[in-house]
């Protein structure tokens, strides 16, 4: 049998609440509850916030009234020199475009003698473009080969460079590494013409032989003259010299054949 309990009953008394936001006219103004944060004091009532206080009118009138900083087009007063009196950029970086589509028309007619005389300013510029070019066209050929004529060109270079010192007895004339690099670089010429020529030519046969022969004896032809000219003793080994540069773009020639 269960037990009952006695439970006295709730009684819920109304209270008064201890905070109102706007207190009945004629109560003076109930104190904070306890939890409540301290306010800070305010120096007046239109300014609750005194750290962000300022002036907009004063701000503006003291901006207008300070002279400006950057009165010129660069520097300060414009003692500064204007942007029309820069140099172009591939001037301040010494790539001289006229002077590479000078030189890159004298290597390609193939029936006229390079001139000297502007190859005896190396740069390397045209040859990196020209190697860019030869490597672009592989790649439509299905051959990645960026990396390889980067370094035969190198190698190529230091080739024909200690090759020429033996057979000229240490008599290089103007002939130095950078400018054999450079001479090298532009004879590539006829090499990317090659490769560009080979994309529409049948692959194996006698035709693309015949042809990539025809552009080693170009680029040889011309690299020869350019190294003979720009040394002071190439005239007595003018056939040494014609055949490590047929060596040198021969191999090019069977990078685009095979």
């Known amino acids: 049998m269960a037990k009952e309990f006695p439970v006295p009953p709730v009684v819920f008394t109304p209270s008064t609440p201890t905070h109102r936001r706007h207190p009945a006219p004629g109560m003076g103004a109930s104190p904070p509850p306890a939890f409540a944060p301290p306010r800070p004091s305010t120096s007046s009532a239109a300014n609750p916030l005194p750290f962000m206080s300022f002036d907009v009118s004063a701000a503006a009138a003291s901006s207008s009234s300070a002279p400006p900083l ?7 007063g414009g003692t500064g020199a204007s942007f029309e009196d820069e140099p172009p950029l591939l001037e301040e970086l010494g790539i001289n475009t006229r002077q590479i589509w000078r030189k890159t028309i004298s290597i390609l007619h193939p029936l006229r003698t390079a001139d000297p005389s502007l190859h005896a300013d190396a740069d390397l510029s045209g040859p990196f473009l020209f190697l860019l070019s030869f490597g672009l066209f592989q790649l439509l050929a299905g051959k990645f080969h960026f990396g390889i004529v980067l370094g035969w060109v190198t190698i190529a270079s230091l080739f024909l460079y200690l090759v020429f010192s033996m057979l000229s007895g240490g008599r290089r004339g103007d002939l130095d590494l950078y400018r054999c690099v450079s001479l090298v670089g532009y004879c590539m010429l006829p090499m990317v013409i090659f490769s560009a020529v080979s994309l529409f030519l049948p692959r ?18 011309v690299c020869t003259r350019l190294l003979v000219e720009l040394a002071s003793s190439g005239d007595d080994h003018r ?20």
């Open 70 to 76: 950057f009165a010129g087009p660069m520097g300060v």
């Open 204 to 221: 194996g046969g006698g035709i693309i032989f015949g042809v990539g022969m025809v552009f080693v004896i170009w680029s040889t032809r």
């Open 239 to 258: 056939g040494l010299i014609a055949y490590a540069c047929w060596l040198v773009y021969m191999l090019f020639s069977l990078l685009v054949i095979f």
